[in-house]
């Protein structure tokens, strides 16, 4: 790792990560941001259609690439008995209607080695979520689908020890993601030297800003969220420098049905790119 006093050596424009590439996805090095975007949990047919269509109308003339992500399986829910999603069965199904139609690549969560084999034969992206990112096994699995593995850092878990995980996979190619770190009960707060621990380890990083305002557990059955927040700190993000963004979005955030409370508007996403394209092309002209 680089140690403290050379972080005050580093230049002032974008650190340059490698370059990953995976099946039609690319990610890192001088690549276009990835965008990984979509409702937590997949709740129908149509307004998974709806929102992949205003996502690719978000990005479109911006530089950004999308992986449209929806989760077939809420397993690490606040309540034992919230909404979960349709199954992996019939959601592998539905999410691969959506790239069929729209042409995106596709991602969604999953949560023992059997369903990472599963669900590795149909994804472009297998995320590991951050509840079970020390899992090896779990790792290891998704990493035998030859699929693109997104492992989302751990609300426990120092910067530096994601290197660990993504060793975990062995040769596979992996991208890391940032969501926020526990902060006493129920709340997240962001340490942004994460992003640069991590990246300076040549790790390729996405930044999630809508996790990173949720506030587990705080709303009783089900997890509050302070989604105005959401805007500041993606463009904190991009100022620091990162390799893409995860945003989850809904066209009724007050009636989702999982992670409503933290995530962004469909509406309020087109202005935040924009910005962040912004933000993050005066980085790369340093």
Same mark, same amino acid.
């Given at each position: 790792?680089?140690?403290?006093?050379?972080?005050?050596?580093?230049?002032? &424009?974008?650190?340059?990560?490698p370059?990953?590439?995976s099946?039609?996805?690319?990610?890192?090095?001088?690549?276009?941001?990835?965008?990984?975007?979509g409702?937590?949990?997949i709740?129908?047919e149509?307004?998974?259609?709806?929102?992949?269509?205003?996502l690719?109308?978000?990005?479109?003339g911006?530089? @950004?690439?999308?992986?449209?992500?929806a989760?077939?399986?809420?397993?690490?829910?606040?309540? /034992?008995?919230?909404?979960?999603?349709?199954?992996?069965?019939?959601?592998?199904?539905?999410?691969?209607q959506?790239?069929e139609? @729209?042409?995106v690549?596709i991602?969604s969560?999953? /949560?023992?080695p *059997?369903?990472?084999? #599963?669900? &590795?034969?149909?994804?472009?992206?297998? *995320?590991?979520?951050a509840?079970?990112?020390?899992?090896?096994?779990?790792?290891?699995?998704a990493?035998?689908? &030859? !699929?693109?593995?997104?492992?989302?850092k751990?609300?426990?878990? $120092?910067?530096?020890?994601?290197?660990h995980?993504?060793? =975990?996979? &062995?040769?596979?190619?992996?991208?890391?993601?940032?969501?926020?770190?526990?902060?006493g009960?129920?709340?997240?707060?962001?340490? @942004?030297? =994460?992003?640069?621990?991590?990246?300076?380890?040549?790790?390729?990083?996405?930044?999630? $800003?809508? /996790?990173? #305002? *949720?506030?587990?557990?705080?709303?009783?059955?089900?997890?509050g969220?302070?989604?105005? @927040?959401?805007?500041?700190?993606? !463009?904190?993000?991009?100022?620091?420098? #990162?390799?893409?963004?995860?945003?989850? #979005? /809904?066209?009724?955030?007050?009636?989702?049905?999982?992670?409503?409370?933290?995530?962004?508007p469909? *509406?309020?996403?087109?202005p935040?790119?924009?910005?962040?394209?912004?933000?993050?092309?005066?980085?790369r002209?340093?």
């Amino acid at each position: 790792m680089t140690s403290s006093n050379s972080l005050l050596h580093w230049p002032t &424009g974008k650190i340059r990560t490698p370059t990953i590439r995976s099946g039609s996805i690319s990610a890192g090095g001088d690549e276009p941001l990835l965008l990984i975007a979509g409702p937590c949990v997949i709740e129908s047919e149509d307004i998974l259609y709806r929102i992949a269509e205003e996502l690719l109308n978000s990005i479109r003339g911006l530089p @950004f690439r999308l992986v449209f992500k929806a989760s077939y399986d809420k397993a690490n829910r606040t309540s /034992h008995d919230s909404f979960r999603g349709p199954g992996i069965g019939e959601g592998l199904r539905l999410l691969q209607q959506v790239r069929e139609r @729209f042409g995106v690549p596709i991602t969604s969560d999953v /949560h023992t080695p *059997q369903e990472a084999e #599963v669900a &590795g034969r149909v994804l472009d992206v297998v *995320q590991i979520p951050a509840l079970l990112c020390r899992q090896n096994d779990l790792i290891a699995a998704a990493a035998k689908s &030859g !699929r693109l593995i997104n492992i989302k850092k751990g609300q426990f878990l $120092a910067p530096e020890d994601m290197l660990h995980r993504v060793r =975990a996979a &062995g040769t596979g190619e992996v991208i890391v993601t940032e969501r926020g770190t526990c902060f006493g009960y129920h709340n997240l707060v962001n340490d @942004f030297r =994460a992003l640069v621990i991590m990246r300076s380890l040549g790790l390729v990083t996405i930044f999630d $800003a809508t /996790h990173s #305002v *949720q506030k587990p557990g705080a709303a009783g059955k089900c997890s509050g969220g302070e989604p105005s @927040f959401v805007p500041a700190l993606a !463009r904190a993000a991009s100022a620091v420098g #990162v390799d893409g963004f995860f945003f989850e #979005v /809904h066209p009724d955030p007050d009636r989702a049905l999982c992670d409503g409370p933290n995530s962004l508007p469909l *509406q309020a996403l087109r202005p935040l790119l924009e910005d962040l394209a912004a933000i993050d092309g005066l980085l790369r002209n340093r």
